[in-house]
T-cell receptor, first 115, second 114 residues
Framework: NAGVTQTPKFQVLKTGQSMTLQCAQD?????MSWYRQDPGMGLRLIHYSVGAGITDQGEVPNGYNVSRSTTEDFPLRLLSAAPSQTSVYFC??????????????FGPGTRLTVL | QQQVKQSPQSLIVQKGGISIINCAYENTAFDYFPWYQQFPGKGPALLIAIRPDVSEKKEGRFTISFNKSAKQFSLHIMDSQPGDSATYFCAATRSRGSNYKLTFGKGTLLTVNP
């Protein structure tokens, strides 16, 4: 299993440009999520999905869109990039909760710079 | 509202020493408390987790202590090694129902000097 994969690894955008961060998992996990990591801010949830066709907002959703057409893929779209979106983005996936367990598997991250 | 507060923000420990990271939570519905370890340039990975029906869980050199009445839990790293140098995140969630969301603390950067 490749686990959780993210592309690209690095990206530089100009203000106002759009792009899609790709995330895929091959573990047949129902739950997928996107986080951003900024210095001193920890991991903040952007959007999440509990299954194909179902998405919901997290803590910091503004400026980002998501869709979940398949179990495997969960792309994150920036429609009009802003310097405040400069961050490291992590995608994560997990199995359905059972017996009080919830191990989220994280991808390697995408480092995004918006000029 | 920060639901999980983590301290310290950074920690420097000598090789062989004990590293202690503390977290406090507010939501009494939380019933699963994992710790994640993140090395530079990598995604976080689950290190160890605890449920509130036990007060302590140990895996090798890593131990979680849990105080339900105080709504606090901590990570202890015994015999700390330079290879333990990483950022550590505590987290909390409700395990029942369809809530899959983890609430993370802000992280602790641990440096273990040789």
């Amino acid at each position: 299993n490749a686990g959780v994969t993210q592309t690209p690894k690095f990206q530089v955008l100009k203000t106002g440009q759009s792009m899609t961060l790709q995330c895929a998992q091959d573990m047949n996990h129902e739950y997928m999520s996107w986080y951003r990591q900024d210095p001193g801010m920890g991991l903040r949830l952007i959007h999440y999905s509990v299954g194909a066709g179902i998405t919901d907002q997290g803590e910091v959703p503004n400026g980002y869109n998501v869709s979940r057409s398949t179990t495997e893929d969960f792309p994150l779209r920036l429609l009009s990039a802003a310097p405040s979106q400069t961050s490291v983005y992590f995608c994560a996936s997990s199995k359905p909760l059972r017996e009080g367990q919830n191990e989220q598997f994280f991808g390697p991250g995408t480092r995004l710079t918006v000029l | 509202q920060q639901q999980v507060k983590q301290s310290p923000q950074s920690l420097i420990v000598q090789k062989g020493g004990i590293s202690i990271i503390n977290c406090a939570y507010e939501n009494t519905a939380f019933d699963y408390f994992p710790w994640y370890q993140q090395f530079p340039g990598k995604g976080p990975a689950l290190l160890i987790a605890i449920r509130p029906d036990v007060s302590e869980k140990k895996e090798g050199r890593f131990t979680i202590s849990f105080n339900k009445s105080a709504k606090q839990f901590s990570l202890h790293i015994m015999d700390s090694q330079p290879g333990d140098s990483a950022t550590y995140f505590c987290a909390a969630t409700r395990s029942r129902g369809s809530n899959y969301k983890l609430t993370f603390g802000k992280g602790t950067l641990l440096t273990v000097n040789p």
